[in-house]
């Protein structure tokens, strides 16, 4: 059974910095390629980064580029996604998912739970 447990989220102030982390389990991790999507109270899922099974290559959402860094370490099945100057408006719950492919888009064949990201002073 496939399985995503993300972990991390927290209240942080506007200017601060998280990281989350998922755990996976279930299938071959480093087969996978990954994603990060987050969904804000009343809006619709967004996409907010991509890597490939490899971790290699990388692609990010145009308002997360520079302050987000996706990153994986297959040996322990473990994803990541550190998130510095965080603004109100990246307050959502984070979602990791894998993907069929390296690919960008909310398209996902398994999701987690989700970690709720609160950014307010």
């Known amino acids: 059974e496939v399985q995503l447990v993300e972990s991390g989220g927290d209240l942080v102030q506007p200017g601060g910095s998280l990281r989350l982390s998922c755990g996976a389990s279930g299938f071959t991790f480093g087969g996978y390629a990954m994603t990060w999507v987050r969904q804000a109270p009343g809006k619709e899922l967004e996409w907010v980064s991509s890597?490939?099974?490899?971790?290699?290559?990388?692609m990010y959402a145009g308002s997360m580029k520079g302050r987000f860094t996706v990153f994986r370490d297959n040996a322990k099945n473990a994803l990541y996604l550190q998130m510095n100057s965080l603004k109100p408006e990246d307050t959502a719950v984070y979602y990791c998912?894998?993907?069929?492919?390296?690919?960008?888009?909310?398209?996902?064949?398994?999701r987690g739970q989700g970690t709720q990201v609160t950014v307010s002073s």
């Open positions: 998912a894998r993907t069929s492919t390296f690919s960008f888009g909310t398209e996902y064949e398994y």
């Open positions: 890597i490939s099974d490899d971790g290699l290559r990388t």
